[in-house]
């Protein structure tokens, strides 16, 4: 990015004079003059980089602070606050060795991998259901499923709090798994029907000529072919479930049964002094794990959260 | 094995075979799951919601009808009513911010840059990232004594002689948690707005220009209206989920100071949950539910509204 890009073509003026807003001179592609690269670092890669100094920015402090040293991480008139100058590891040590970070990570990895294969099993089956075997109101199911999707947490957590106590899981790695589909599932069938969809009838016509049974053909035909839908919803619901915030913190009450975010707000937070190296190394390490797990599938990411919105 | 041997070898049916081969039977059984987990923890949730806000129900015990009892005290309650006027301040103007930052960050996208695809993986970690951990960071930053950006602002450039006190006044607050609910929303609707730019044929422009539309009206006449349908669907969902927000004014300031900045949903949590008085926490629920429908159905409408995709390809 040290560079202005080659040949400017017509597409990048017109976005110039887009972002810029109220240009009014009508130029043409070949009226780009010397001064276009200025006006295109102005225009686009100043508020760019700007946009990603932001955006970052509280992850590299959130970092930073993780290897600081008390004596630094409290002390800016004698320090770079922007940098270490003697890095340590006894925030990360406390946090692993003084809490119970191994526990919550145990169980927050537990409560992700239960929920999520829950409920890409039941949306695989509910999408195969609505886009293939079509009956009379299949497009009623499916809009009432994405409607489920509409439904926020912060509205149901009461009345499941309630339900959870009933059913004797308070407390318990179960409750999560179980209430965690209800904004997985939505979400995964609508991804899925999507996928299905893309993917052609005539294949299973085919397959029904030669005598497959149905079951047979969601098995060797179209989940073969849906694999890339499949780690979509898998990698977004297991994202999800490892963001959870309200049931969690609704539902579990005590300190080994928490998953990370929680237990970092909660356990890591006495009484008025706030232990800053210990929670961003907290933060630090509950956010990394979803950060690789995200390096790893940032096609699938992007295409998820675009194609679920536009399905 | 290829498909002649495959086909000979295939046995006679059994009557299990068979039933999986019914169809109202493999509809039923495939739609079980989902349908079965949606009903008891989303349906029944939502409806037992709506019976415990009119009874005095505490946690783990049986409450008795109250009637409209909950909901009259509510009306009196100078904290929850205080909560309603900033949820839709709150959500007013993140959402105008999001959309506004989040539309300029898409169209600074979609140009030819270099890197492209490696700085759109790189805008989405806030989104990506556990809201309450970044959230922990925000709080770290908006931190007394030792904020970044009160060291910034009067020990580096001398533009103020006292540091900002982000969280112990009810106004900075509030300011203060906006400014982290956009940070977490830009990328969102960043991605997707690009997604919806993406789809704009890049002949309109070039059919525009040749016509002699300046900038400004090709982003009104062109790039405005076929954005729309997914401006619309985006809009609705961001306007869902700031509404309900929970975790950042939970995480940086739990409501305070002094109450001032509890969302609906926060407050519902605090009395329904470490308060314990589940009657009173599910009607404050169920008075964002008047909200959420009307949510919905502007979303329904704009879904209805996006016929221009269907006959395109999908992405």
């Keep these: 990015m040290t ?15 887009e972002v810029q807003g109220g240009v009014t001179e009508a130029e043409g592609p070949q009226m780009m003059s010397w001064d276009s690269h200025t006006r295109r670092w102005v225009v686009v890669y100043i508020p760019l980089l700007l946009f990603l100094f932001v955006l970052l920015f509280p992850f590299y402090w959130m970092g930073v602070t993780t290897f600081k040293p008390d004596s630094e991480l409290l002390d800016f008139k004698n320090n770079n606050p922007f940098w270490v100058t003697s890095p340590t590891l006894a925030n990360i040590k406390k946090l692993l060795f003084d809490t119970d970070y191994g526990h919550w990570l145990v169980t927050t990895m537990f409560v992700a991998v239960g929920s999520t294969f829950l409920s890409i099993l039941a949306s ?38 309630q ?30 029907i999507g996928y299905f969809k893309s993917i052609p ?59 990370v975010p929680v237990a970092i707000l909660t356990e890591l937070v006495s009484g008025d002094v706030y232990h800053w190296g210990a929670l961003m190394a907290g933060a630090l390490l509950g956010s990394l794990p979803v950060a690789i797990f995200y390096m790893f599938f940032v096609e699938y990411y992007v295409s998820s959260l675009t194609g679920a919105v536009k399905e | 094995m290829d498909a002649s041997t495959w ?38 949730p939502l409806g037992l919601g709506v019976y415990l806000a009119f009874t005095d129900t505490q946690i783990g015990g049986n409450g008795k009808w109250v009637g409209l009892e909950n ?61 309450v951990l970044s959230a922990i960071a925000w709080w770290w930053i908006y931190d007394p004594q030792f904020s970044i950006i009160s060291y910034v602002v009067v020990d580096q450039l001398g ?23 956009i940070w977490r929303g830009i990328p969102f609707v960043a991605i997707t707005l690009l997604a919806g730019l993406q789809t704009i044929s890049p002949s309109l422009y070039e059919a525009a220009m040749l016509d002699g539309a300046t900038g400004w009206q090709r982003f009104r006449r062109i790039t405005a209206p076929l954005l729309m349908p997914i401006l619309a669907i985006v809009m609705t969902f961001s306007v869902l989920f700031t509404f309900t927000d929970f975790q950042l004014v939970y995480a940086i300031t739990r409501g305070g100071p002094i109450n001032s900045t509890h969302l609906m949903a926060t407050l519902a949590f605090q009395r329904g949950i470490p308060a314990g008085q589940l009657g009173e926490g599910a009607a404050i629920a169920v008075a964002m539910i008047p909200f959420l429908v009307f949510a919905t159905l502007f979303s329904y409408y704009a879904l209805g509204n996006r016929k221009w995709q269907q006959g395109s390809d999908n992405d």
């Design chain 1, 124 to 161: 695989v089956l509910a999408a195969y259901a609505i886009q293939r075997l079509r009956f009379k109101g299949s497009e009623y199911v499916g809009l009432a499923i994405y409607a489920a999707y509409l439904v926020p947490p912060s509205i149901l957590f009461i009345p499941l709090a």
């Design chain 2, 71 to 131: 909901f009259i005290d509510l009306m009196e309650d100078p904290i929850f009513l205080q909560s309603v006027w900033w949820t839709f301040v709150y959500t007013a103007i993140a959402t105008v911010g999001k959309f506004a930052l989040g539309l300029w960050l898409a169209l600074l996208l979609n140009d030819n840059i270099p890197f492209k695809s490696a700085i759109r993986a790189i805008i989405l970690l806030p989104y990506i990232v556990p809201t």
């Design chain 1, 3 to 17: 560079d202005a890009p080659k040949p400017l073509s017509t597409i990048n003026a017109r976005v110039d004079s």
């Design chain 2, 7 to 44: 086909v000979a070898k295939r046995p006679e049916p059994t009557a299990l075979a068979r039933l999986f081969d019914y169809k109202p039977f493999l509809i039923a059984v495939c739609l079980f799951p989902a349908v079965g987990l949606l009903m008891a923890f989303l349906t029944y």
């Design chain 1, 201 to 259: 009838y005539e294949l299973e016509e085919c397959a029904l000529i030669d005598g497959a049974s149905r079951l047979q053909i969601l098995r060797r035909i179209t989940l073969p072919l849906a694999v890339p839908g499949l780690i979509s919803a898998g990698i977004f619901a297991f994202t999800l479930s490892w963001n959870e915030f309200i049931y969690a913190l609704a539902f579990i009450s005590s300190t080994e049964n928490k998953t």
């Design chain 1, 163 to 192: 339900v959870v106590f009933q059913l004797g899981l308070y407390d318990t790695s179960f409750a999560l798994i179980l209430t965690y589909p209800t904004f997985l599932v939505p979400f995964c069938t609508w991804l899925l």
């Design chain 2, 159 to 181: 533009l103020r002689d006292k540091y900002y006190d982000f969280l112990g006044e009810p106004w900075p607050a509030r300011w203060s948690l906006i400014v982290a609910n």
